[in-house]
């Protein structure tokens, strides 16, 4: 296998984008986030470039599914998106 850049998700929103992100690099897998700055500056684009697009090696396909098919705790989602914790 190459190690060649890989498409394994796409998002339309960057918090969800980078928990995933997150999630990956701290599992030891390097991944990149492709187009998140267009879809950021101008999200009427998002469809246009395909939306913000989570990409791993080639070689890491395999560990990366297995990872993303772990369940997020949307109640840290939320934290995430809102910038802070409720009391």
């Given at each position: 296998?190459?190690?060649?850049?890989?498409?394994?998700?796409?998002?339309?929103?960057?918090?969800?984008?980078?928990?995933?992100?997150?999630?990956?690099?701290?599992?030891?897998?390097?991944?990149?986030?492709?187009?998140?700055?267009?879809?950021?500056?101008?999200?009427?684009?998002?469809?246009?470039?395909?939306?913000?697009?989570?990409?791993?090696?080639?070689?890491?396909?395999?560990?990366?599914?297995?990872?993303?098919?772990?369940?997020?705790?949307?109640?840290?989602?939320?934290?995430?998106e809102n910038g802070n914790e409720e009391e």
């Amino acid at each position: 296998m190459s190690d060649e850049l890989v498409t394994i998700a796409t998002f339309d929103k960057s918090f969800e984008a980078h928990m995933y992100k997150s999630k990956l690099e701290a599992a030891g897998i390097e991944c990149f986030l492709a187009d998140e700055n267009i879809v950021g500056l101008n999200w009427f684009l998002s469809p246009a470039v395909g939306f913000i697009k989570l990409q791993v090696r080639e070689s890491d396909i395999a560990r990366a599914q297995n990872v993303m098919d772990e369940k997020i705790d949307m109640d840290d989602a939320e934290i995430a998106e809102n910038g802070n914790e409720e009391e």
